[in-house]
């Protein structure tokens, strides 16, 4: 099944993060902090695990058209190179 993007990279990082504020207070229990959530931008639909291709892989096996966009759980950035991930909660 072939699929062309509808979002740009800007679009897909705007709607993430907006869902992502939006189910927050869900994703950011103590055990899920620097976790991994993957986010289906057009169905709000996610994963959470600790390996971003596992948690891909599931959300792309019940949205296969999803437009994902994915965050460290608590954290600044999903992975830093060359620098340190800052946690945005306690």
């Avoid at 979002?7 to 869900?26: C, F, H, P, V, W």
């Avoid at 639909?45 to 390996?51: L, M, N």
């Amino acid at each position: 099944m072939s699929h062309i993007t509808s979002y740009s990279g800007e679009d897909i990082a705007r709607l993430g993060k907006a869902l992502y504020y939006k189910i927050q207070t869900q994703l950011e229990s103590v055990e899920n902090i620097g976790k991994l959530v993957a986010i289906d931008v057009d169905s709000g639909d996610y994963e959470i695990g600790d390996d971003l291709l596992v948690i891909s892989s599931q959300l792309k096996a019940r949205r296969p058209l999803a437009e994902m966009w994915a965050e460290r759980i608590g954290f600044n950035a999903v992975y830093s190179v060359g620098g340190t991930l800052t946690r945005t909660v306690l």
